[in-house]
């Protein structure tokens, strides 16, 4: 029995639950069928998920078909709930991407399209609700292909099940070698096509309407036809790809195994048990003795786990490239603080992304959302699981931090007793990188526990900048240089030296103009009516947006513009666009990551954020004279630091 992981990613209403549904109906698992809008479908089990009519939780379904065992993970399809979808994506095999015939690849389907390559995820394609009457194989198949992949190929079937000859000649074509090959033979075995569709050079597209069952035996067999079990390590190995709380309110753990067996009973972090091993279908679920490699399962009663975690001999996940861009505080109305923090920290148990926190100097609760259809959720998640209805200010943007420029900073560490100065380099990265921490330091100069050290301490907290104490990212930092006392440092004394190296840097960064602050911005696609477009252009202009040449439908009179835009202007825009085209025009906006803000003055004025009073993120250092230690401010710390500068001006020069 060939086992599968497949998971189903679509922009919302694209009809994913409803294929899913339709997967499982006619494999047999489903007497059934039921439908999204009649709040009866299998997979939107939640009430809140019937009530929305969309999904916002991932849900697991099995089926099986001939020797296909498959394990079905559906994902949300709206893009305030992008950061649920990738966490499911780490664990898939191979994934179905649903695509509306009537609206096209859209905004979020285009990040799903990222995402897919960026966790190398083998895709096959469903173009849903073909029976629509402005349905256009040929236009759909052709915005695939330019869109997403010229390897979007249609494979289509002869009487006796075999892909006919258009269909393998144009799989053939996606690869020198394989082409070559089939021009000599003039026919592609199962096994080289398989091999194509897991190296993400084919991408097998099927058309049909779920709906109406339409298609969905084909991409049944196609599952069953082009798809090959995954390779599996001979020991224990799983990934954590998502945390949930079960209607009794017992915490569970969702684990794709990658090797070796799970047994009850058997030690999985720390010295906590897998007490019980639970195989979900839906809301069902039975308790197996044994889980194997390539199979799911729900492990309750676990602590410390979180999505992205390896678990034995499995690495853990890539950070996710999905991340919130609002920031909210939270008004607990009537209730108890501490009862609304406890419910939010086990909100953020299941979604780490909101980043509950409490803001001392502020003294505010706060997290961080992807956009209002988000918050509505979390406030009814609130009502209905915890009996709390609190409110919401109106959100601000959450910003970042970088360089653009290299710049060598310094921390030093010494009150009595006590000694550590390290030097990192700070370089600009490509915008998305995040943070990465490398050393260039010789053991002469550093020793190897002492380097650790400051690797560990450079990944132990979220580095902030000094413009308006946002979070940092892309950049490089880098160990290059540094010193110990034989006698007095200790781990704490590098600890202190490192947080103060990075935060040294950037203010010198800060004073030479080479800090940077960035925003997050939209990708767009507006749909008006002609007569309404310079309207819309002189808007994204308003908002420093940017765009491309509009294009207008000649039969409809629709115009459409596309660009990208800061959220801080435009996240509002929608309800602009809905009273002055009245009720008929159409936007959507997908997050397209931070760019350089585009009012950073004003802002950083705004925020009034004085860096050197952040005495939990000082950029000073402490040396010390006379048998005691005193504070020494930034600017001052290089021309009294123990270690010379590694590089020089010029250098640095050289390296942004």
Not at 385 to 405: M, N, P
Not at 468 to 480: E, I, N, R, Y
Request: charge should be negative; charged fraction near 20%; aromatic fraction near 6%.
């Amino acid at each position: 029995m060939k086992q599968i992981v497949t998971g189903i990613v679509a922009h919302v209403d694209a009809g994913k639950t409803t294929l899913s549904e339709a997967l499982l109906y006619r494999a047999g698992t489903l007497r059934k069928l039921g439908q999204v809008d009649n709040g009866d479908a299998f997979l939107d089990s939640d009430d809140l998920e019937k009530r929305r009519g969309i999904t916002i939780f991932s849900h697991q379904a099995a089926l099986r078909y001939r020797d296909l065992d498959l394990t079905l993970l559906d994902t949300p399809g709206h893009v305030d709930f992008a950061a649920q979808a990738e966490q499911v994506l780490d664990v898939l095999d191979y994934a179905i991407l649903v695509v509306s015939a009537t609206d096209g690849i859209q905004g979020y389907t285009r990040t799903l399209w990222r995402l897919l390559a960026r966790y190398q995820v083998p895709t096959v394609i469903f173009v849903n609700k073909m029976d629509a009457v402005t349905a256009d194989r040929d236009q759909i198949l052709s915005q695939l292909q330019t869109s997403l992949s010229a390897g979007c190929v249609p494979f289509d079937t002869q009487a006796d099940g075999g892909l006919t000859a258009d269909a393998v000649e144009n799989v053939a074509m996606q690869d020198d070698q394989v082409l070559e090959a089939y021009l000599d033979q003039g026919t592609l075995s199962a096994a080289t096509i398989q091999d194509l569709i897991a190296r993400r050079r084919v991408f097998p597209c099927y058309f049909g309407a779920a709906l109406k069952l339409d298609g969905v035996d084909a991409l049944l067999q196609g599952l069953h036809d082009w798809t090959r079990a995954p390779q599996v390590a001979p020991e224990f190995g799983a990934r954590v790809f998502k945390i949930s709380h079960d209607d009794k309110g017992e915490r569970l753990t969702w684990l794709r195994l990658t090797g070796g067996t799970l047994r009850t009973k058997d030690v999985l972090l720390g010295e906590q048990k897998a007490n019980q091993l639970r195989r979900y279908n839906g809301t069902k679920y039975t308790v197996a003795p044994a889980v194997s490699a390539g199979q799911v399962c729900a492990v309750p009663g676990l602590t410390g786990t979180t999505p992205g975690m390896g678990l034995g001999h499995a690495p853990a996940g890539p950070q996710p490239l999905i991340q919130p861009v609002l920031n909210y505080a939270v008004d607990p109305q009537a209730h108890d603080l501490q009862v609304v923090l406890a419910a939010l920290q086990e909100l953020e148990d299941e979604d780490p992304q909101l980043h509950v926190s409490w803001s001392s100097h502020l003294q505010e609760l706060r997290l961080q959302l992807m956009g209002t259809v988000q918050l509505e959720v979390l406030q009814q998640l609130l009502h209905d699981r915890f009996h709390l209805d609190v409110a919401f200010d109106q959100g601000s943007i959450l910003y970042r931090e970088t360089v653009t420029a290299a710049i060598e900073g310094v921390g030093h560490f010494e009150p009595l007793r006590h000694y550590a100065e390290v030097h990192v380099l700070i370089q600009p990265t490509e915008p998305g990188s995040g943070i990465t921490v490398a050393t260039d330091c010789s053991l002469e100069v550093l020793g190897r526990n002492w380097q650790h050290q400051v690797v560990t301490n450079l990944q132990s907290k979220e580095q902030l900048g000094v413009l308006v104490g946002a979070p940092l990212t892309d950049v490089k930092l880098t160990l290059v240089g540094g010193r110990a006392s034989i006698v007095h440092s200790v781990g704490g004394d590098f600890r202190e030296a490192t947080w103060r190296s990075v935060r040294q840097g950037l203010m010198m960064a800060r004073q030479q103009g080479h800090a940077q602050l960035l925003e997050p911005w939209y990708r767009f696609r507006m749909e008006v009516g002609q007569e309404q477009i310079g309207r819309a252009m002189t808007d994204i202009q308003r908002m420093s947006g940017t765009f491309e040449s509009p294009t207008t439908n000649a039969t409809t009179g629709v115009a459409t513009l596309t660009g990208v835009a800061p959220v801080a202007e435009m996240q509002d825009y929608s309800q602009e666009v809905y009273a002055y085209t009245h009720g008929q025009g159409q936007l959507e906006c997908v997050v397209d990551g931070y760019r350089p803000c585009h009012n950073a003055e004003e802002v950083i004025s705004d925020r009034a954020y004085e860096p050197t009073a952040d005495l939990e993120n000082t950029p000073d250092s402490v040396f010390c004279a006379h048998g005691a230690g005193y504070p020494v401010k930034w600017d001052q710390v290089p021309a009294m630091a123990h270690v010379p500068y590694v590089y020089t001006a010029e250098q640095l020069r050289a390296l942004s």
